[in-house]
């Protein structure tokens, strides 16, 4: 077979995990990233501490001939990069999250920017970390046709990182932005010292919300047992290396979100995708208490005393 060229859009900590993944997999890598670079780059700011394998090149042009292209950008910033991408390549977006402006889905954007050419989405519980090093892992990659997805996740996975295809594109998108707004609610019950029998209650029931959004916009709630939803709701719920859980902790020790996200230089998607979430459930009737707290709660319209409350004292109904 010929050798397979996979081209990956943004250098952040995902884009170069996933360009050693596929690297390492032998594949010929091509990995954009905005600011020029000059000579031969092994390493990136990101991930100092990881080597790219040989056969990645890093460029600030955008490559032409992929046979699959890679979106690894932060989801706020997906529409202006996406616009400007040449190629008809199929398109795989792994970003999470929602935009806060329009309310769009990654692959919404990607519909609305690229409309000629195919799209699918990558999400599953995966620390970039662990995958740049080679641990074992698996993710979710859905497309509306359940033979491309099939051939996208051949052409993608790796000895190492096993990828399921489903044909639920749209639940496993709400699923990714979901989870990162579900993890800042558990980083804040840990920060304020709540415990993990209150964390566990809330990924618990975060599923259960998650699922009736799902379902409103046409997707499948059994998605949300998948990887990219209960799976990834355990790591990044209880992961340290999560940003959006480490967020939510310093928020629960009362640290105000302008104070954290100065000191910070990485993307939490929860931040932004909170309110517009939230927004998109509310356009279809649908009730997300654990994101409604975190959406007030990030705009200073209530206390970390009253989301204590609102996280805790709703009354049980029937589950
Ligand atoms: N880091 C992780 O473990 C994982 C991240 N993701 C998702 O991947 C996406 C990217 O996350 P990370 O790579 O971790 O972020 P990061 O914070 O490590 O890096 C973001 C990168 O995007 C670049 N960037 C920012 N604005 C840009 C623009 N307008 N045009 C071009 N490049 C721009 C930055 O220079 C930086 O290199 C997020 O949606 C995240 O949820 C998904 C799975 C795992
Ligand atoms: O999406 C991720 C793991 O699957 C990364 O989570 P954080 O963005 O919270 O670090």
């Known amino acids: 077979m010929a050798e397979r060229h996979i081209a990956i859009i943004g250098a952040g900590a995902w884009g170069i995990a996933l360009a050693c993944a596929e690297g390492l997999a032998g594949r010929r890598v091509t990995l954009w990233m905005r600011s020029p670079v000059a000579g031969t780059v092994r390493s990136l700011p990101r991930l100092p501490q990881i080597s790219l394998p040989d056969n990645v090149s890093v460029t600030g042009t955008f490559p032409l001939d992929a046979d699959l292209t890679l979106l690894t950008v932060p989801l706020q910033t997906l529409r202006s990069v996406a616009a400007r991408l040449p190629g008809t390549s199929p398109l795989v977006a792994c970003c999470k999250g929602v935009e806060n402006v329009t309310g769009a889905l990654p692959l919404d954007i990607l519909a609305e920017t690229q409309p000629h050419r195919s799209h699918a989405m990558l999400s599953g519980p995966n620390f970039a970390i662990e995958i740049a090093g080679g641990l074992p892992a698996a993710a979710t990659l859905a497309a509306a046709r359940l033979d491309d997805a099939r051939r996208y996740a051949a052409l993608l996975s790796t000895p190492t990182l096993r990828l399921y295809a489903s044909d639920d594109p749209l639940g496993v998108q709400i699923a990714g932005a979901a989870k990162n707004v579900v993890a800042i609610a558990a980083g804040i019950a840990i920060g304020a010292g709540l415990g993990e029998n209150a964390r566990a209650a809330l990924i618990t029931r975060s599923i259960v919300e998650i699922g009736r959004l799902t379902e409103a916009l046409g997707g499948k709630a059994a998605t949300i047992a998948g990887l990219s939803g209960l799976g990834d709701l355990i790591l990044t719920c209880t992961g340290a290396g999560s940003r959006n859980y480490s967020l939510g902790i310093a928020l629960g020790q009362g640290e105000t979100l302008d104070t954290i996200l100065r000191s910070r230089t990485t993307v ?25 707290v975190v959406a007030r709660f990030l705009d200073g319209g209530i206390d970390l005393a009253r989301a204590r409350e609102l996280l805790l004292e709703r009354p049980p109904t029937v589950e």
């Open 268 to 292: 939490a998607e929860g931040v932004a995708t909170a309110p517009a979430l939230l927004a998109l459930a509310r356009r279809h009737g649908v009730d997300m208490p654990v994101t409604n």
